[in-house]
């Protein structure tokens, strides 16, 4: 009898160990909302939360392709760019990452080369700095997308 009940015990805890395991690895996406952006030249702050996968989004309230933009983006800290990237259309990938999103009928990725997870420290404060040579469509919201594990995301 005492036999079968620390067996019992023994897979219990297995199994509790397991459970942890697996919660540990569930990714949960996230939408932070950066600021909408109105004219050609443009700055807006970030503070990325704790995650990964960091990816820039474009929110467009109205349209069902990427928008006509021929532009860059600066990420700053302090009087430092550490990161920049042309916005094209060519290099604005579609995603549906951003379909919960009140206004936001479509999104697009800004493709990039360099990974911004080993750019942005999360909780620091970057200025983001946009630019267009051809004006900027109306309806252009500005996101940061990312994943956070299971337990980041508990501690919100």
Known sequence: MKRALIIVLVVLAGAACLLLFIISRVEIPHNQFIGNWQTK?????????????????LGVANAAKPPALDGRILIRKGQTTVFEVAITSTNAKACNWLVDESGCKAGYYIQTDEVLDTVLKPEETYSLDLSSNTGVPDGISVWLCYVQNYFEHRKG
């Open 41 to 57: 030249s443009q700055t807006l702050t970030l503070s990325p939360l704790h995650g990964h996968l960091y990816a820039l989004v």
